[in-house]
């Protein structure tokens, strides 16, 4: 089993920057991609972005693959949501995940506890 940690959410005006990380641990992580999904108040759970294995390639959702970037420090291990330009919309709990696929966003078994962002206007 992989444990996932999420860190660094919180309330911050629309515009500002914040950065989301993921702490992984109980596995070898570099034969795991890693996502981030999110979910706001009444809303499913959504894709945000995600990462391959080697740190190469990413995907985002279109209404995040201009103002979030995501990437990993494999000796680390610790994956990145670098949050630019936040909106009201972005508002919801950010969760962690990886996943033994190798198509990017696909097969996500294992999650983090979530941590909240909050974007005021």
């Known amino acids: 089993q992989v444990q996932l940690v999420e860190s660094g959410g919180g309330l911050v005006q629309a515009g500002d920057s914040l950065r989301l990380s993921c702490a992984a641990s109980?596995?070898?992580?570099?034969?795991?991609?890693m996502g981030w999904f999110r979910q706001a108040p009444g809303k499913e759970r959504e894709f945000v972005a995600a990462?391959?294995?080697?740190?190469?390639?990413?995907k985002y959702a279109d209404s995040v693959k201009d103002r979030f970037t995501t990437s990993r420090d494999t000796a680390r291990n610790i994956v990145y949501l670098q949050m630019n330009n936040l909106k009201p919309q972005d508002t919801a709990v950010y969760y962690c995940?990886?996943?033994?696929?190798?198509?990017?966003?696909?097969?996500?078994?294992?999650w983090g506890q979530g941590t909240q962002v909050t974007v005021s206007s």
């Open positions: 990462v391959s294995r080697d740190g190469a390639s990413t």
């Open positions: 995940a990886a996943s033994q696929n190798y198509g990017l966003g696909s097969g996500f078994a294992y």
């Open positions: 109980g596995r070898i992580f570099r034969n795991y991609q």
